[in-house]
């Protein structure tokens, strides 16, 4: 198995939210595929936080693209040249006040879909959080901050409360880390 030779590459849209580009790829064998769509994202995170209650601090929001309203964990774009333990302190604060007083603890790296996607989600977790800030959202974000308790996790997600995959894949890894955490305890 060899990567495919990439001969031309040319952009058809370019925005700071993401970007279409069309490759034109050797696959190796001699065949050559042209406007092979990739979309180009900002590396993302998500922060899985739970406040003293074992309460998760989660969103909800409207999501265009779905047409729909949404319960997430708190999540956003990683910002150019910033790191992404940053990203989640950030996002975190913006969107619900919350600030993770100790160090927020990686689950894991994942692709959404490397077969169109160039970026990575940065999935992250936090149950030492405390409310010090009013949410500061972005002109065309409206955000309602809900409080889950974390035992009903498994419920929201079987009866489709919880249906955002990357929220999905990051309650998961927080309920596998706990439970691992307490048989160490």
């Known amino acids: 198995m060899k990567k495919w030779n990439v001969l031309e590459s040319r952009y058809i849209f370019e925005s700071p939210y993401g970007s279409l580009r069309l490759d034109t790829c050797d696959l190796t064998d001699g065949r050559i595929i042209h406007d092979y769509n990739v979309c180009e994202y900002p590396d993302w995170v998500d922060i899985v936080a739970i406040n003293d209650d074992m309460e998760l601090v989660m969103v909800k929001q409207y999501r265009h693209g779905a047409q729909d309203f949404f319960l997430e964990v708190v999540a956003g774009s990683v910002e150019d040249g910033e790191p992404p333990e940053d990203a989640i302190v950030r996002e975190l604060r913006e969107e619900t006040g919350y600030v993770c007083m100790s160090e927020p603890i990686l689950l894991g790296k ?8 160039n970026n990575m989600l940065h999935i992250y977790f936090c149950d030492n959080i405390s409310k010090k800030y009013e949410q500061d959202l972005d002109d065309i974000e409206d955000i309602e901050v809900v409080h889950v308790p ?9 009866d489709g409360i919880i249906s955002q995959l990357s929220s ?9 880390f706990i439970a691992e955490r307490s048989k160490i305890l």
């Open 168 to 176: 999905v894949t990051a309650l998961i890894l927080a309920k596998e």
């Open 150 to 158: 974390f035992d009903q996790v498994n419920k929201l997600i079987k």
């Open 110 to 117: 994942f692709h959404h879909n490397p077969a169109r996607q």
